[in-house]
């Protein structure tokens, strides 16, 4: 899977865009940016997942740049408890071998303040 | 509710002792994994199965044994010959072909 970089803390004013990036410039064409945060002390929950188009769901936005080296995780209004660590991940989707890994970096720790 | 459990929340264990973490899903899904976190740090994969009776080490898998007999459960037992077992443990599963993995609330365990 491919490397991803991201910085180890961000912060956001509560209401406002919180915009996080990941840079993944070894990625291979047939791998996927997916983004997942885990607040403390739980189990992290998947958010959104792309291939090159822009996607939106009802938790957020993620924002994938034309020469797919970097990505953009968007959430419009930011609320305290959107206060988590957030992860950026590459991976292929289709199954066999390996690719059912998946492997999860440091992440960015978000903290929304009021 | 379909989800995926992990029990118990909190575990205590002395030193030298091996110990289960159970992890039971009903969201039919045939990949499971196993996860360690460390205080401050991502999750490192200990093992995962794409099927039953089948499964694979991940980056982490010393002192660590996993079971898949049936495809909702995959049961981890930490043995004494893991070093530093005081961690929360998270377990997940994912469907075949899709790659959104379902994660536990995790399970601390403590050793002392």
């Known amino acids: 899977d491919a490397k991803t970089t991201q910085p180890p803390s961000m912060d956001c004013a509560e209401g406002r865009a919180a915009n996080l990036p990941c840079n993944h410039s070894t990625i291979s064409g047939n791998e996927y940016v997916y983004w997942y945060r885990q607040i403390h002390s739980q189990g992290p929950q998947y958010i959104i997942h792309g291939l090159k188009n822009n996607e939106t769901n009802e938790m957020a936005s993620l924002i994938i740049t034309e020469d797919r080296k970097s990505s953009t995780l968007i959430l419009p209004h930011a609320t305290l408890r959107d206060t988590a660590v957030y992860y950026c991940?590459?991976?292929?989707?289709?199954?066999?071998?390996?690719?059912?890994?998946?492997?999860f970096g440091k992440g960015t720790l978000l903290t929304v303040n009021p | 509710d379909g989800g995926i459990t992990q029990s118990p929340k909190y575990l205590f264990r002395k030193e030298g002792q091996n110990v289960t973490l159970s992890c039971e899903q009903n969201?039919?899904?045939?990949?499971m994994y196993w996860y360690r976190q460390d205080p401050g740090q991502g999750l490192r994969l200990i093992y995962y199965?794409?099927?039953?009776?089948?499964?694979q080490k991940g980056d982490i898998a010393e002192g660590y044994s996993v079971s898949r007999e049936k495809k909702e459960s995959f049961p981890l037992t930490v043995t004494s010959a893991q070093k530093n077992p005081t961690a929360f443990y998270l377990c997940?599963?994912?469907?075949?072909?899709?790659?959104?993995?379902?994660f536990g609330q995790g399970t601390r365990l403590t050793v002392v």
């Open positions: 969201l039919n899904h045939d990949a």
């Open positions: 991940i590459v991976r292929v989707a289709e199954s066999g071998g390996s690719n059912y890994k998946l492997t």
């Open positions: 199965s794409q099927i039953v009776n089948d499964f």
């Open positions: 997940a599963s994912s469907i075949r072909r899709l790659t959104e993995a379902f």
